[in-house]
């Protein structure tokens, strides 16, 4: 089975009292043996995520994978405390697994220093159970979408419940995530905030707060002084001369407040993170993964909201599937766009369309490349089309292919012309 518990089973285990759970499984399991079969894969070693290895470690579970593409940061010694200072520079996932090993040996953990996109179909096959703590939204995105790709091609095979924990500064949030049962990641985006962006205009001409001031040092002077340099968040000397630009910027216009937090935090768009915080989602994560594996409990159905700023509020609520969801539902969408308006406009309203919050798309239409962002050498050849109409190079009504790196999928986007 794909998990210690069989989940046709499992999904038929809900119910509204803790006395119709039992203690021990079909085959005599009790739960510390479902604890100890049951494989997890946690996503994200940074400040959620060392909460949530910490609590998996303590409360049975044996079996272990933790991914994550980052590398230790001095800020993060605050809230990330499987690490240490003499750890800065080094994976995230590996000096947290080891950490993990030395303060329990008998768990078996294995570290991925990797995006999550570079582990094999086979390796999600094998897992029973997946905890998100992650910060990005195109990667739960992705995992989310991916996950219910398995589900439909392998059927219980494929089926992995996903916890998905999230947390901002005093707020915080958790999902369980049944792939093809219930609310997916993709039916409750529009609860989450598009990224904050400022105007170019604004930045260069008319800055009113201190962000500005750091967005003009950051974004157009910096390129200007230093154009074969990349801008580096992590590096103190870079960050240091944003700040002293934007300062000196922001005295011009009476602004307050630039200092080397702020600027680093915009410069690497980095959410506010308090520790007490990430352990309260993490308790809830790993209280709803051993309630999954032991089937000892009704599971959330299926959303928390944690609201720390107004008082110690919890509130759990159920969200619904949405029928046209890109994932769970018609994966199919719809809108419309002026027959006069070029490429490059219906692009960008695709970018900022509230459902499908794309990131970089790229469109095709009955098997003619319309734009593609990647290979360079696609991108370069489909450019032109940027400004071409749309009237010119497709009919009213017609599907476009839209693939996009928050999905693993295609999405098919039907566009009709609307009056200019």
């Not at 001095?74 to 090993?101: H, M, Y």
């Not at 002293?244 to 602004?255: G, L, M, N």
């Not at 007490?276 to 993964?289: L, M, Q, Y």
């Not at 599907?399 to 009709?416: E, M, S």
């Amino acid at each position: 089975m794909a998990c210690a518990v069989g989940f046709e089973r499992f999904l038929k285990l809900k119910a509204p009292h803790v006395a119709d759970f039992e203690l021990v499984g079909e085959d005599g399991e009790t739960p510390a043996d479902l604890l100890a079969k049951a494989k997890v894969l946690v996503i994200g070693a940074g400040g959620l995520g060392c909460e949530i290895l910490k609590n998996l470690a303590m409360s049975g579970f044996k079996n272990i994978d933790v991914i994550d593409m980052d590398t230790i940061d001095i800020s993060n010694l605050n809230r990330q405390f499987l690490f240490r200072k003499k750890d800065v520079g080094q994976p995230k996932a590996t000096v947290a697994a080891e950490f993990i090993r030395r303060r329990s040996p008998g768990i078996n953990i294995t570290a991925h220093y990797k995006r999550i996109q570079d582990m094999p179909e086979e390796f999600y096959l094998g897992l029973s159970l997946i905890i998100c703590g992650l910060d990005s939204i195109e990667a739960r995105r992705w995992i989310n979408a991916y996950i219910h790709g398995l589900t439909e091609a392998h059927g219980f095979d494929g089926f992995k419940p996903i916890v998905d924990g999230g947390t901002e500064g005093l707020k915080g949030n958790m999902r369980v995530i049944l792939p093809k049962h219930n609310a997916c990641f993709e039916c409750g985006l529009g609860m989450y905030p598009p990224k904050t962006t400022y105007p170019i205009c604004t930045i260069a001409n008319t800055p009113r707060l201190p962000e500005h001031c750091i967005e003009w040092a950051s974004v157009l002077e910096w390129p200007r002084v230093f154009p074969s340099t990349k801008l580096d968040g992590d590096d103190v000397d870079h960050i240091n001369w944003v700040v002293e630009q934007a300062s000196q910027r922001a005295a011009k216009f009476s602004i307050a407040g630039v200092d080397f937090s702020l600027a680093q935090g915009v410069v690497k768009n980095i959410i506010p993170a308090i520790a007490s915080t990430n352990a309260i989602v993490a308790a809830a994560c790993v209280n709803e993964a051993f309630k999954i594996v032991t089937s000892c409990s009704p599971y959330l159905e299926n959303s928390l909201l944690y609201t720390g700023d107004t008082g110690v509020y919890l509130l759990a609520y159920p969200l619904h599937q949405v029928e046209e969801c890109l994932v769970c539902g018609q994966k199919e969408g719809a809108m419309s766009a002026p027959a006069e308006s070029t490429l490059e406009e219906l692009i960008d309203a695709l970018k900022a369309h509230g459902t499908f919050q794309l990131k970089a798309p790229s469109l095709s239409v009955g098997g003619t490349s319309l734009y593609f962002q990647n290979p360079k050498a696609l991108e370069e050849q489909t450019r032109p089309n940027l400004a071409k109409k749309l009237r010119d190079l497709f009919d009213d009504g017609a599907t476009l292919t839209v693939t996009d790196p928050t999905l693993p999928t295609g999405l098919r986007v039907t566009v009709t012309f609307a009056a200019s």
